[in-house]
């Protein structure tokens, strides 16, 4: 092969490599510059590692980072219902094609459009502690989302509910993939359905909820601006209670004009992300690789 | 009113601006000379359509009579009305009448020189007449023309006071008359006071008619935003141990920590609350959404300061940008807009008042938004305090001292600690800020 014919592939590719680095790359770098300059308008003057020092001296976002670390503790919920839906559809239970519509419904909605409607029903005089005070567990009846020991346990239920349906879909489609002459075997031999779930299908489905658990902490990390913003009256309130990274670094870049510190905590967050991505990139191999 | 906080504009929605503008100068130069109506082109940034229908209207029916140039308005989004205008200034290509908001969120901009003083720019009497406020004034220049005004104040449901025996013609004046309200206002079964606070506005309005209470200027509150007065002087934050004491009193409503600011206004005027904090463009609408049953008042006094018991004016305002290429043509634009024809245009495309005491407010029919106007805008009125805190003070402090507050997490005290924290806080994120900020204080604190 001649050096020119080596070149010829890279030569094709070339214009959408040129476009992606422009796209991601470039904001990219720009990025990191802005975390060493105090940004004023569209640039400032180079300041070396101050605002990495200003943010990670902050108590605000030690507290922003609590609480997305908080939400990884919605993730061992999500990961169980998922697999019982997912495995109750899959042995279509009576309805079963109605229950997939229902249970798909909340991930095809936007999150504003959820969060909103979980909001008024979350309110203290709203639909949820109307039922609860009617059946007279009127202790139950919190202050859900004015409440600051309450309000992120609020953002958590609305998150697994949410996040579920992601996982219900993947995991069921692990399921429709999987050998059904094996459960049927299983069945013949007497195996029960927890015995079947524990030792034939789980086993198949570790790649898939290995992945599952892996895009969950990154959405925890990094992307549930969305359901803070909205339940958290767009301040992550009361208070600071449902002040996640995201939005920290939003309130420093729009709210309080400071591109630089927002630049920090994004490359912070950034580098964090990175290094989720690995395990990600593996899980994904694993289940490629018990799919085939 | 500051309802929106400043957000950034992508790169894409200048290349898309700038495109369109592009284009529409193309197209311009395209047309026979005879075509242009005008020698002369403006363009005008606005924003004001989303919190004052009618708006849109009223511009469209201003450029199309205005014969000494060409406008070309544009409504900016809520999210980019600063950030948009920045950006496009940095670049030299800002607009050159562009819609400010009160107090920092122009200022900033007067700072980093992307407007035009205004005091050789604009007719000395109809600046005057406008208010654009003592937030627009700096190093001696006014920065912007008032545009319409939004006063601030307390309502109350004359219904609900008649109810609990109390005169619905005389709400209380000082803060004991208003726990003794309170106090008859609970026994009557009705929940006294308060709204909606989870988005935080409340907050920010408590602190704009209570924080001033026991101020002599608004400079001494720029003083205590960047930690050169301290908010744990009992003085500076006894609006908060105010706001504690209603709290474990009893009188704030059950549901206020879940509710949003509006949501809480639309308590008082259904009758389900008694007394809450709301602003003048509600009042035409919830006056005759209660046959004229709501009321209005300055918060109750109790401070000592020189500005307790003032009504609140905020203006939103217009001015001219440093890009201008012909400032005194956009000047005259302005002036337009404050002539007597136009300020009777503004009130019969929108209903609501233009900011200028020229106004002639015998058109105003309902009793209650004419008392109310002739209170707040004719007499000695002052600005919102809030439209002075910086951004990271008001995310900080000014928002979650409320809503903590309410739900009884800290103190008034405590609230006072946190404030001084975040002013010391500010600070360290914003050297280069400081000295601005201060010059801003001596002006704000100088006679006018």
């Known amino acids: ?292 | 009113m500051d309802i929106t906080r400043k957000l950034n504009v992508s790169r894409r929605d200048i290349i898309r601006t700038s495109m369109m503008i592009g284009a529409g100068s193309a197209f311009g130069g395209m047309l026979p000379r005879g075509a242009h109506a005008q020698e002369k082109t403006l363009d005008m940034w606005w924003w004001g359509e989303q919190e004052l229908p009618g708006l849109q209207k009223f511009v469209d029916g201003s450029i199309a009579g205005y014969k000494d140039a060409t406008v070309k308005a544009m409504l900016q989004d809520t999210a980019v009305v600063i950030s948009q205008f920045q950006t496009a200034a940095a670049a030299g290509n800002a607009p050159d009448i562009q819609y400010l908001w009160n107090g920092i969120y122009h200022m900033e901009s007067v700072w980093l020189g992307y407007l035009r003083g205004l005091n050789s720019l604009i007719k000395p009497d109809i600046l005057k007449a406008s208010n654009p406020t003592q937030l627009s004034h700096f190093g001696g220049d006014i920065y912007r023309v008032g545009w319409y005004p939004l006063p601030m104040f307390w309502c109350y449901n004359k219904d609900l006071f008649e109810k609990a025996g109390l005169d619905p013609e005389a709400p209380p004046k000082t803060w004991d008359e208003l726990l003794a309200a309170c106090e008859k206002l609970k026994s009557a079964g009705i929940e006294p006071i308060g709204g909606g606070i989870q988005d935080g506005y409340w907050s920010e309005w408590y602190i704009s008619h209570g924080l001033v209470q026991n101020l002599d200027t608004l400079g001494e509150a720029v003083q205590l935003f960047i930690g050169d007065k301290d908010f744990r002087e009992p003085k500076y934050h006894e609006h908060w141990v105010k706001l504690e004491e209603l709290k474990n009193k009893g009188y704030l409503n059950q549901d206020m920590s879940s509710l949003e600011l509006y949501p809480g206004i639309d308590l008082v005027v259904a009758g389900k609350l008694a007394i809450g904090q709301t602003v003048g463009t509600r009042l035409p609408a919830d006056s005759k959404a209660t046959n004229g049953r709501i009321g209005y008042m300055v918060m109750p006094v109790f401070g000592k300061g020189k500005l307790a018991g003032m009504p609140i004016v905020d203006v939103q305002g217009l001015g001219i940008s440093s890009n201008a290429e012909d400032p005194a043509a956009a000047a005259a634009f302005l002036e337009y807009l404050q002539s007597p024809e136009r300020l009777k245009a503004f009130w019969d495309a929108t209903g609501w008042l233009p900011s200028n005491t020229t106004f002639d407010s015998s058109v105003i029919q309902d009793p209650s938004v004419r008392g109310m106007w002739e209170a707040w805008g004719l007499k000695p009125n002052i600005s919102n305090v809030t439209n002075l805190v910086p951004g990271q003070f008001y995310e900080r402090a000014a928002i979650p001292t409320g809503q903590q507050i309410v739900q009884g997490a800290i103190t008034g005290e405590q609230a006072g600690e946190l404030a001084a924290t975040v002013a010391k806080e500010w600070k360290e994120f914003n050297p280069d800020m400081v000295e601005n900020y201060r010059k801003w204080a001596t002006d704000l604190s100088a006679p006018t």
Request: hydrophobic share 60%; net charge positive.
């Open chain 1, 1 to 292: 092969m001649t050096t020119q014919s080596r070149l010829v592939p890279y030569l094709y590719i070339a214009p959408l490599l040129l476009l992606l680095a422009f796209v991601f790359g470039y904001p990219l770098v720009r990025i990191f510059e802005f975390s060493f300059k105090m940004v004023r308008g569209i640039d400032g003057p180079w300041i070396g590692l101050r605002n990495y020092q200003l943010v990670l001296g902050q108590d605000l976002f030690w507290e922003s980072v609590l609480h997305n670390l908080q939400l990884l503790l919605a993730i061992p919920a999500m990961v169980v219902i998922s697999l019982i839906v997912s495995v109750l559809l899959y042995e279509r239970v009576a309805g079963w094609r109605l229950y997939r519509i229902i249970v798909f419904v909340p991930f095809v909605l936007a999150i504003p459009i959820i969060a909103v409607v979980m909001k008024r029903m979350f309110q203290f005089s709203g639909p949820v502690n109307e039922v609860l005070r009617w059946l007279s567990l009127d202790f139950l009846a919190l202050d859900w989302i004015g409440s600051s020991d309450v309000a992120l346990w609020t953002v958590m239920i609305l998150i697994v509910w949410r996040e579920s349906a992601l996982g219900i879909i993947l995991f069921l489609a692990r399921l429709l993939s999987l050998d059904e002459s094996m459960i049927e075997a299983a069945k013949i031999e007497g195996a029960n359905w927890w015995q079947r779930l524990r030792y034939i299908i789980l086993p198949q489905m570790r790649g898939v909820i290995e992945f599952f658990v892996v895009v969950s902490v990154i959405t925890m990390l990094a992307a549930v601006f969305a359901y803070v913003f909205v339940m958290g009256g767009g301040r992550g309130g009361p208070g600071t209670a449902t002040m996640v990274v995201e939005l920290y670094i939003f309130n420093a870049l729009i709210r309080t004009s400071l591109p630089g510190i927002a630049s920090a905590a994004s490359v912070l967050l950034f580098l964090v992300s990175v290094l989720l991505i690995f395990p990600l990139f593996r899980a994904r191999r694993r289940v490629r690789k018990l799919e085939a």
